[in-house]
Nanobody, 125 residues
């Protein structure tokens, strides 16, 4: 049973930073990709960033240059460092894990088999 637990969300002022963590249990991240998605009130879930088993990364245009996805295989944890936060970044952020090993980067939510419960990020202006 794969479980993902996000943490690190909170309230921050515009221009500030937060680091989200996604800890996995039940399976190693080492051969699988992981992604971050977010969902703002009244909006659909959208792709934020992803990292593959080989550490290739991809970002949504809206966060490129401000957010960085990384992983620590020893801790089986994936991170999302968020800098220069904007009010538009306010959302619930979800971690997701690919169920297929050794794939290229995925950006569609349907490609991810496992999801965390989400962590809320609120950016005040």
């Amino acid at each position: 049973q794969v479980q993902l637990v996000e943490s690190g969300g909170g309230l921050v002022q515009a221009g500030g930073s937060l680091r989200l963590s996604c800890a996995a249990s039940g399976r190693s991240f080492s051969a699988y990709g992981t992604g971050w998605f977010r969902q703002a009130p009244g909006k659909e879930r959208e792709f934020v960033a992803a990292i593959t088993w080989s550490d290739s990364t991809k970002y949504a245009d809206s966060v490129k240059g401000r957010f960085t996805i990384s992983r620590d295989s020893a801790k089986n944890t994936v991170y999302l460092q968020m800098n220069s936060l904007k009010p538009d970044d306010t959302a619930v952020y979800f971690c997701a894990a690919d169920g297929v090993p050794l794939r290229g980067v995925q950006v569609m939510a349907v490609e991810f088999d496992y999801w965390g419960q989400g962590t809320r990020v609120t950016v005040s202006s």
